[in-house]
């Protein structure tokens, strides 16, 4: 069965740092570029990052650039956004979601139940 799991959201202060994962299982992750898009509350949904499916390639919505990082380990299935400098403005539920083109520009086929990331003092 074809599921993507994200983890390791949570609560942290601005300025804060949080991993988040996703576990793929039930197809090949290496054929597929992967992205994270993200919704707040009354907002639409908004492309945070993607990467390639040969983790050559990755790209950055100006609101994190230089702040998060994606990479992927396709031995281990899973997809990383590390969240640095986290601000208020980055709560949202994040989700993976599985894609066929570079850089994630159209709609994923599949995608996560989704983690949520909160940034609060």
């Known amino acids: 069965q074809l599921q993507l799991v994200e983890s390791g959201g949570g609560l942290v202060q601005p300025g804060g740092s949080l991993r988040l994962s996703c576990l793929a299982s039930g197809f090949p992750l290496d054929y597929y570029d992967i992205g994270w898009f993200r919704q707040a509350p009354g907002k639409g949904r908004e492309g945070v990052s993607c990467i390639s499916s040969s983790g050559d390639s990755t790209n950055y919505a100006d609101s994190v650039k230089g702040r998060f990082i994606i990479s992927r380990d396709n031995a281990k299935n899973t997809v990383y956004l590390q969240m640095n400098s986290l601000r208020p403005e980055d709560t949202a539920v994040y989700y993976c979601?599985?894609?066929?083109?570079?850089?994630?520009?159209?709609?994923?086929?599949?995608w996560g139940q989704g983690a949520q990331v909160t940034v609060s003092s």
């Open positions: 979601g599985r894609y066929f083109d570079f850089p994630c520009s159209n709609y994923p086929d599949y």
